[in-house]
């Protein structure tokens, strides 16, 4: 019977780099103070002998547990899985989140709570009990929820909130949505639209808030009226069939929608009047979901940086673990905009 191969374990790390244990350990958790040929020489031998930590040995070793846990909203989540529309939040978070953890030695968990929950504080502290994390990334609407936000502080957890200035505890991290919503503007104002609507996501999310913001501030900027101009919508599909119409009826040549999903709504809409987009009316999107570059017209969008914020978030709570410094302020990882087919000049203005 071939016999199972011994695993290599931290003795032999130090034996191989000739170390101590405790140094070993200090480069593995990437603590200060170590010097660099130290360091070097211990990630020479980790190399040479396909060493692979332990978490499990790490958190039996001191205080931490090496988890870092991603809280999503769970009826939206799962809303989207089942509808398999096409979006891709939590693949984005993943590819950011999982990553950057596991260059520092940690883990990432996401859980699923219901933001408007009366079970909100059973479920949140049964998870944290199972799990022992780290730090909390919190994502819209769970970000601003001053019930999850306190429990979590309560507990001593660090934390890192997506998409939420409000004040109170944690890192806040955005991705600059009022400026996006004016970027996206501006490109509609030079490519010579003076009507443009704006379907705007649910005000229970701050981002949906600044949307608005930066969509009214490009128009004022370019003294442009939006009386009439503005939907609310909801992020669903059917609140952008609502919204659609309404727009249009107002005048408007280009529609600016607060995610991919409503944007679809209105070139469904734009079709079924028989208007030609992006001739008859331009449609420009939030998010950038895979869907949009395959719609027909593929739709022009700004693109979110959700695995950069992701990422940027482990990184914070990482840092203030090891009692590194932290942003006195929020933190913006800026957007893009893709410009595709869905926007162009407008044929002529409505009379």
């Known amino acids: 019977m071939a016999r199972r191969k011994q695993a290599v374990t931290i003795k032999h790390v130090a034996a191989d780099a000739g170390v101590s244990l405790q140094t070993v350990s200090r480069v593995i958790n990437k603590e200060p103070n170590v010097r660099p040929e130290m360091m070097a020489r211990v990630q020479a031998s980790i190399a040479k002998l396909g060493y692979v930590p332990s978490i499990a040995a790490q958190r039996m070793s001191g205080s931490r547990s090496y988890l870092i846990m991603a809280l999503n909203d769970r009826e939206r989540t799962i809303e989207g899985w089942r509808a398999r529309e096409g979006t891709d939040w939590v693949d984005q978070m993943l590819l950011g989140g999982m990553l950057t953890c596991a260059e520092h030695g940690y883990r990432l968990i996401v859980e699923l709570v ?3 929950s009366d079970h909100i504080e059973r479920e949140l502290s049964a998870a944290i009990a199972a799990l022992q994390p780290d730090g909390v990334i919190l994502t819209p609407p769970h970000s601003a929820n001053p019930e999850i936000i306190s429990l ?5 957890i660090d934390l890192a909130r997506i998409g939420s200035v409000i004040a109170g505890p944690g890192i806040r991290l955005t991705m600059g949505d009022d400026l996006a919503a004016a970027m996206a503007t501006r490109h509609l104002v030079e490519l010579g639209h003076r009507r443009i609507g ?4 649910p005000l229970d999310y701050e981002l949906s808030g600044w949307r608005i913001d930066g969509w009214r501030a490009a128009m004022d900027e370019a003294g442009l009226s939006t009386e009439g101009m503005l939907a609310q919508g909801d992020f669903s599909i059917e609140s952008g069939r609502m919204c659609a119409p309404q727009l249009i009826d107002a005048g408007a040549t280009a529609i600016i929608a607060s995610n991919d999903q409503m944007a679809l ?3 469904e809409v734009a079709r079924a009047r028989g208007l030609s987009v992006p001739d008859d009316l331009s449609v420009l999107s939030f998010d950038d979901t895979p869907v949009v ?7 022009t969008a700004v693109v979110q940086p959700i695995a950069a914020v992701t990422a940027r978030a482990v990184e914070l709570i990482i840092d203030a673990r090891a009692g590194r410094g932290l942003p006195d302020g929020p ?15 407008p044929v002529a203005e409505p009379l």
């Open 331 to 345: 933190v913006v990882v800026e957007p893009t905009l893709a410009i595709r087919d869905s926007t162009a000049p």
């Open 293 to 299: 570059r395959f719609a027909h017209p593929p739709l």
């Open 198 to 201: 704006l379907i705007a996501g």
């Open 114 to 116: 219901d933001t408007h």
């Open 265 to 267: 709504a209105t070139l």
């Open 152 to 156: 979590l502080d309560a507990a001593g």
